[in-house]
């Protein structure tokens, strides 16, 4: 069915990835735009994380991880933590977290992810190239690498599965890699390089979009709260920001990261999300210090991306609610996660350090579609939940966004990210196709092609 769409004016909360390339595409096509943040396009979880394009890597409920985990959920030296509280909202999305951890989510996901990520790749590039955007943006993949040779096998078992969605993991031994990158010291097991994917300085891609859409005439409210969503029987009508202004709108987009939950509240629009906290430090490195481009040390889950002239080393998630809370012990993980695989971590200065949220669905899907028609919000779109995939997967949102919003046809079926939980569990059934049958990765032009 094509929806058709009155779009004289369209609000977008949220200044993160997300609303600043749905702005982008928007504006590109000409439509009259206006995005609203609290903040001034510095300080949200797009602008701090790992900066790697990851593309079709599964999403955080696996089967076999709860039982692999649960021991250790509790424990703060854990990547993965929970501190423990009683938050009924948050023992539901466990719940459903478990539940999305079955063989048959997982297989439905991985599905979908891998189409997605041709997609995003694709879009990132083309985005870099026509738009010029000045981000450190560079086509040389990412490194999973493995000191401990059980960890390894599991590694290799994930290389196996991407390939058959299309993706190129080549294997390196421990010596090939510290053949390739010095900086790594002795005592790795193996690396798996995973090389179709691309990394750039996030905080840079963030403004040169920001820019971008702000050439192409969309409005950029900065530093505007939105404290009231307005609307008549939750059909949208404007927003009412903290500073006193009332702007009126006919379309809203829902792209406020973890804060999404809460808004969408305001017009009876369920969207239950978990914050997963993580945090970044930069060090100091010298050139030879630092890999020559970004890798995960896989047993520490610590991402390490050569960046602005040092090191940023990013990770942990933690489910402590929203809040910007740095506990030293977590932040100081990072570097201890990182001093056996790297030289000289341990010298290094810290040049700053960060935590962001991480707007995380319990089926590890994020949610890219109109409201549910039964809330009567009918002209609201979210666009929300890439958990630790919204950096690689936010362009190829926001294009999709601007897709359903100007034509009501966008170019991927958005069934399975539908906000709706029947359509949404109908698109799981639909999935049919065995692990290995992608219907992109075959005949597409960059399957395999190592840039
Ligand atoms: C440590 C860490 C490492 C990560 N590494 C990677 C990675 O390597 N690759 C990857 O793909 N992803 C990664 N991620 C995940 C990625 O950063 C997020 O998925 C993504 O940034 C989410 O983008 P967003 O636009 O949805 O939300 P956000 O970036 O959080 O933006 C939401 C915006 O909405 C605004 N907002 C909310 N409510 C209001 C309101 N009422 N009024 C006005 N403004 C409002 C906020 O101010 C905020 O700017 C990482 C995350 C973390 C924490």
Redesign the pocket.
């Known amino acids: 069915m094509v929806l058709l769409v009155s779009t004289n004016h369209i609000i977008i ?8 390339s749905t702005a982008f595409y928007l504006a590109q096509a000409g439509q009259h735009v206006t995005l ?4 001034q ?1 510095n ?12 593309l079709g890597h599964p999403p955080m409920p696996r089967p076999g991880l709860i039982s692999q985990t649960m021991k250790l959920l509790f424990d703060p030296l854990n990547p993965l933590y929970i501190p423990p509280r009683i938050d009924p909202a948050l023992w539901k999305w466990m719940w459903d977290f478990r539940k999305g951890c079955s063989q048959q989510q997982f297989r439905h996901s991985m599905h979908v992810l891998a189409e997605l990520g041709w997609l995003a790749g694709e879009c990132f590039d083309q985005l870099v190239d026509e738009e010029h955007l000045d981000c450190e943006y560079r086509r040389t993949g990412w490194i999973e690498v493995f000191r401990d040779p059980e960890r390894l096998k599991q590694g290799l078992e994930e290389a196996a599965l991407l390939r058959e969605y299309g993706y190129n993991a080549d294997e390196l031994t421990g010596e090939q890699l510290h053949q390739r990158e010095p900086a790594f010291l002795p005592g790795v097991a193996g690396a798996v390089h995973y090389t179709d994917s691309r990394l750039a300085n ?1 905080q840079r891609t963030l403004q040169e979009l920001a820019d971008r859409a702000e050439n192409h005439g969309a409005a950029m409210l900065t530093g ?4 009231e969503i307005l609307h008549t029987n939750h059909r949208f009508t404007g927003v009412q920001l903290k500073n006193g202004r009332r702007i009126a709108g006919d379309t809203l987009v829902l ?6 939950t ?2 969408a509240k305001q017009l009876g629009i369920a969207v239950p999300m978990q914050a ?5 430090m930069n060090i100091t490195a010298e050139p030879a210090d630092r890999p020559s481009t ?1 890798c995960v040390l896989a047993e520490t889950f610590v ?1 390490v ?1 050569p960046m602005a002239g040092g090191l940023r080393l ?3 998630v933690e489910l402590s609610g929203i809040n910007h809370r740095m506990v030293q012990k977590r932040l100081d993980m990072l570097r201890f996660g990182a001093r056996t695989y790297l030289r000289n971590i341990d010298h290094a200065e810290t040049t700053s350090t960060w ?5 995380c669905t319990a089926d590890g899907l994020p949610v890219i579609g109109w409201a549910p028609k039964s809330t009567g919000a009918d002209n609201v779109f979210i ?12 362009p190829i949102t926001g294009k999709l966004a601007a897709e359903s919003i100007t034509t009501g046809q966008p170019s991927y079926d958005l069934a399975p990210f539908s906000a709706d939980p029947t359509r949404r569990a109908h698109a799981r059934t639909r999935t049919t196709s065995p692990l290995g049958h992608s219907r992109l990765a075959p005949e597409h032009p960059s399957a395999g092609v190592c840039t």
């Open positions: 909360i949220g200044g993160g990835i997300v609303g600043v609203v943040d609290r903040e396009f300080v949200n979880a797009s602008t701090g994380n790992a900066g790697i394009i990851a996030p505007s709260d939105v404290s792209a406020g990261g973890i804060w999404t809460q808004l997963g906290k993580g945090y970044h970004v991402a991306n990013a990770g942990t935590c962001g949220l991480r707007p666009a929300t939940g890439h958990a630790m995939m919204g950096f690689a997967l936010g």
